[in-house]
């Protein structure tokens, strides 16, 4: 008896292990319970007009030019781009490690499902490599369809909630009862330690009545702020999840805008940087053109275009909240674009930022 053995031969690739072994998601960053962000991903183009900052060595690592050849398998590219992207993020993550930063959280960002994990993660990713994030929120969105459930419309002057006895009990329901836990929970699945607070718990914030009160109803200003109840908790690893509602010396409920309050909390706890979350791509020099960013800008620069009329609407607000931030010893604040995914991580570990950084 005999036998005839042919031996088979294998391809070097085939169309599916190469568009694979280029395209799909690999753990790129090495911390546990973390999901590897997009923009560590070689597909990730957050817009055409904004490009995130990857170092030359980066960009050698995901050029077709530069591909290992067939031989080489997806673990080996894998490792190649995790060194690399490590290397690149390593003078950032010494920069900021241990120190604290306030985010506050609205918008876009808020309202999809995919910008919300992106934001989560990143927040997670940060704390991690020991950055000690504080995570500031409103919730307008959820609010007025909370109203609208109860038969209430939603009123606004100045870009300011009327807020009525009715309304107040419903916006205080949402952000601490809905929103809030819902933030943590999403958290710590991520692999974080989240702990929610309003301003009325350890009497994190005092409010006091707007000036505008007799028209707005209970929307407030931050009167005074006691961050005793943060420090352990930010000591500890945990993020405090911060919903923006606080009460007056008599026990009265008052609707504080979320910018306000992570401005206050950033200046009482000496952050190294304030971090507002918008629906914009930051300040722009011309305010019709989108393509004018401007990436950074010092109080002067800014109080100047506020002059030129260049600073308007809802960016003034805004801005002045970076500014009084500033003037109370926060290192720097930026207003970022959070319909970028990832923005946070853009803004945070890459040269190029996510919008605008305003300096002291």
Known sequence: ???????KTLPLSSSSSSSSSLSSPSP???????????????????????????????????STSQLPDL??????????????????????????????IVVKY??????????????????????????????????????????????????????????????????????????????VSLINKAGGTAVGLSGMDGRLLTARPNPNSSQLGFVGDVARVDPSILRPLIDNNHIPVIASVASDDTGQSYNINADTVAG???????????????DVTGILENREDPASLVKEIDIKGVKKMEDDGKIAGG??????????????????????????????????????????????
């Open 71 to 100: 031989q080489s398998s997806k673990s080996d590219l894998a490792a190649q781009l995790r060194v690399e992207i490590l290397s690149e993020s390593l003078p950032f993550i010494q920069k900021f490690r241990g120190k604290t």
């Open 315 to 360: 960016m003034i607000p805004k801005v002045n909240c970076c500014v009084r931030s500033l003037a109370q010893g926060v290192k720097t604040a930026s207003i970022i674009d959070g319909r970028l995914p990832h923005s946070l991580l853009l803004e945070i570990l890459t040269d190029e930022g996510a919008g605008t950084m305003i300096t002291g």
């Open 106 to 183: 609205g918008g876009a960002a808020m309202k999809s499902p995919d910008l919300q994990a992106s934001v989560i993660n990143d927040l997670v990713l940060l704390s991690c490599v020991g950055l000690r994030p504080v995570f500031v929120h409103g919730g307008g969105p959820e609010i007025n369809h909370w109203l609208g459930r109860f038969g209430l419309q939603p009123n606004f002057l100045n870009g300011l909630r009327v807020t009525d006895q009715s309304t107040m009990e419903i916006v205080t329901m949402v952000l601490v009862g809905k929103v809030n836990k819902h933030l």
């Open 28 to 62: 790129l960053f090495p911390f546990p319970s973390i999901t590897s962000p997009p923009f560590l991903n070689s597909s990730f183009n957050p817009t055409p007009n904004r490009r995130p900052f990857i170092a030359p060595s980066i960009k050698a690592a995901l």
């Open 1 to 7: 008896m005999s036998f005839s053995l042919t031996p």
């Open 264 to 278: 206050e909390l950033a200046a009482a706890l000496s952050a190294e940087k304030l971090i507002l979350l918008t």
